[in-house]
């Protein structure tokens, strides 16, 4: 099976999964307690090559972060869906669809226009691609979110998220560089792992929360 049809198979699995756990808290729970393990798993195995041994204290310190901000962000997502808060179950997903959305602008546009690439961190990364996420981000929020948020809110808090997981993109994109690895584990066929897949979400989720408290 060639990696799109994996990719393709792999995100509809997902897709389905996370559906069934917004109607099912105990699946949510467990969804959520996974996804904590396995991307702080993941972090450990990038930053255990990136240290050396005269930096345990500092690699430490970074672990201990990563993991109360992991926490944070899936008890804050636990609690949405848990205590069913309407409101913010509405940026939450307004949040995912920007993050979906920049992740295929990008994607597709950097493929059918090419051009110059953006920055030595992700060679894959080009202007065309960074305009892309932009437009399509932009397209998706006005056409399935205008009736619920004023239209110059939602242009500010989409050019906003994006942008923010563009750099969560980059910045795992950087990590995996420097320690010289494609995919930070296997476990998602077609995509790698779960930083491979949700990078952007680390940044855009907490981002988004906070643009729209001060909105």
Request: include cysteine.
């Amino acid at each position: 099976m060639s990696e799109i049809n994996k990719r393709v198979l792999t995100s509809f699995f997902l897709i389905i999964l996370c559906f069934i756990a917004l109607y099912n808290k105990i699946i949510l729970t467990s969804l959520l307690i996974f996804f904590l393990f396995q991307t702080f798993t993941e972090f450990y195995f990038i930053l255990r090559k990136l240290f050396n041994v005269k930096n345990k204290n500092k690699l430490y310190f970074i672990l201990v972060f990563l993991l109360f901000y992991l926490l944070l962000l899936v008890i804050i997502t636990w609690d949405i869906f848990v205590f069913e808060h309407e409101d913010m179950n509405l940026i939450f997903f307004l949040i995912v669809s920007i993050c979906i959305s920049t992740d295929i602008g990008g994607f597709f546009f950097g493929k059918i226009f090419k051009g110059k690439k953006l920055t030595k961190i992700s060679p894959n990364k080009t202007y065309s691609g960074l305009i892309g996420s932009y437009v399509l981000s932009l397209l998706t929020t006005t056409i399935f979110f205008k009736e619920y948020f004023e239209l110059f809110d939602l242009i500010i808090s989409t050019l906003v998220i994006s942008t923010f997981s563009q750099l969560g993109d980059l910045t795992i994109s950087y990590l995996k560089r420097k320690v010289k690895i494609k995919d930070t584990s296997n476990i998602l066929p077609g995509h790698g792992g779960f930083l491979d897949r949700f990078d952007g979400f680390l940044l855009a989720m907490p981002m988004g929360y906070l643009v729209y408290s001060i909105l």
